[in-house]
């Protein structure tokens, strides 16, 4: 796979993971009832349903009695179908064309749907880790890197004890006392990958700091912390995109494996790994869509943060 490709894939999964309630969903985008213009889908962020018109059970309802000669109107979305609307008549259904395109679940709800409602939930575990990851760890390691003596001494010490703990137990410990909810999840993760990045953060600023330019700043009597800011940072953003990416890629297989063994991220957030579950639970009655489409879309995201930031590349100093 090339990077350019690479590269498509993964805006495309930033996208869908952004828009998904727009693009799957059994609420409309906008709608016009009794002449009152609503937009349902919007309060999907927000985890809330609004309320349905007067006299109908669901907004899906509501829209499938409107007729063409009707003053209400509604937009719904590509994909007409809520990530946990339940049709009991299609349980294991195989995939349908211009219905239910990749088939649906044990309990009937549309596959398709849920891989896109997936993808946000893959998208900010991958997201929040990162950035928490990120914020604590490149400051505790160029702390560490350019003023060495004590702050390095207790950044590695705080290193060493942190990969002391095998991952997967480490996780499963943390989440006892976080519960599983989406942001426990986050914290989790950016607990257990700001190591990487305060590593490789030290590692770099350790040679960077010898070098003419930042001995001639200092000699200048600029301040350290302006230094290390406008003319060693910059150089080590090469490195700490590639550790993104590569951490991007984790939490997603991390947070996939923790829902694949019923840790995730609660039962009213969709997972790909939640997904797998299901697939695996269902493969010797011969439902084999429920864990292919699953397993192509988590490999092949991976697949692509692995491919960015393989073939990724420092800036020149």
């Not at 505790?140 to 890197?145: E, F, V």
């Not at 997603?252 to 797998?276: D, H, K, N, R």
Request: overall charge positive.
């Amino acid at each position: 796979m090339t990077r350019s490709v690479a590269r498509s894939i993964a805006w495309c999964f930033v996208v869908i993971g952004v828009f998904a309630p727009f693009l799957a969903n059994d609420l409309p985008i906008v709608a016009s009832v009794d002449g009152v213009l609503r937009w349902p889908v919007i309060s999907s962020y927000a985890d809330s349903r609004p309320a349905p018109p007067a006299g109908h059970q669901s907004w899906k309802a509501w829209w499938i009695r409107i007729s063409d000669d009707d003053e209400d109107w509604a937009v719904m979305p590509l994909i007409p179908y809520g990530p946990n609307e339940a049709h009991k008549d299609h349980k294991r259904a195989a995939p349908t064309p211009l219905v239910h395109y990749l088939g649906n679940d044990a309990s009937g709800r549309d596959v398709l749907a849920r891989l896109i409602h997936g993808a946000a939930t893959a998208l900010w575990i991958a997201l929040g880790s990162v950035l928490l990851a990120l914020l604590v760890g490149v400051p505790l390691g160029a702390a560490a890197g350019y003023w060495g003596g004590v702050p390095d001494l207790l950044v590695t010490a705080l290193v060493q004890v942190f990969l002391c703990f095998p991952p997967v137990f480490f996780v499963l410990a943390v989440m006892a006392f976080v519960g599983q909810s989406l942001w426990g999840v986050v914290l989790v993760l950016g607990a257990l990958y700001w190591v990487s990045f305060a590593r490789i953060v030290r590692g770099e600023i350790l040679s960077l700091r010898e070098r003419e330019y930042v001995k001639r700043a200092r000699g200048l009597g600029v301040g350290s912390l302006r230094v290390l800011w406008s003319h060693v940072l910059p150089q080590v953003r090469g490195p700490i995109l590639v550790n993104a990416a590569f951490v991007a890629a984790g939490a997603i297989v991390v947070e996939a494996t923790l829902s694949f063994l019923g840790l995730g991220s609660g039962l009213s957030t969709v997972s790909w790994g939640g997904l797998l579950m299901e697939g695996k639970d269902s493969a010797h009655l011969g439902a084999w869509h429920l864990w292919l489409f699953p397993s192509v879309v988590l490999v092949g995201v991976v697949y692509c943060c692995h491919t960015l930031a393989g073939r990724s590349h420092r800036r020149p100093i």
